[in-house]
């Protein structure tokens, strides 16, 4: 995958995403799972094409870009309002959530620039892309799950 089809992606990922969150949604089990499958499915493919290039450092650099961005995924799971309905469990991000979702994106762009600082010409940071995107929303949709498990709300059975 191009850089720029993948960026592309990702900003068209993360607007659908951002912007469900700030409306709000029902939370069903399509939805947590399906976009971070999708997401990491691609990010594992686009990685594998180049992996074999990266060095050990870029190697390092890309694990403690993924532990950061859980990190922010799990911590904006926990700042979303979850609220019972008569269809199910609902989400509706708070400013908090978008306030993490501006430093996580923040933090993966400068790590684009950290890592094309530190080794350039290399494509692995540009691979990633789509899997620390993935990453973030899978901790995110994680911590929800949990969140709704100890709530004993069900989950939606139909998305909005």
Do not use: C
């Not at 959530?97 to 996580?104: A, D, R």
């Amino acid at each position: 995958m191009s850089a720029v089809l993948g960026i592309l992606i990702g900003v068209v990922v993360l607007v659908r995403v951002i912007g469900r969150q700030v409306t709000g949604s029902l939370v069903t089990q399509k939805s947590l799972v399906l976009m971070p499958v999708i997401l990491l499915g691609l990010g594992v493919a686009s990685l594998s094409s180049v992996v074999h290039t990266a060095s050990t450092g870029e190697l390092a650099f890309l694990a403690l870009e993924a532990v950061v961005v859980l990190g922010f995924g799990l911590a904006r799971g926990a700042t979303v309002r979850l609220t019972r309905t008569d269809q199910g469990l609902y989400q509706k991000g708070t400013a908090a959530t978008l306030v993490l979702w501006l430093l996580t994106i923040a933090l993966r762009v400068g790590t684009s620039f950290a890592a094309a600082a530190l080794w350039p010409g290399s494509a692995v940071s540009r691979a990633a892309i789509m899997l620390t995107i993935g990453i973030t929303i899978g901790a995110q949709n994680a911590m929800v799950y949990r969140r709704a498990l100890a709530m004993n709300v069900p989950l939606a059975t139909q998305s909005a």
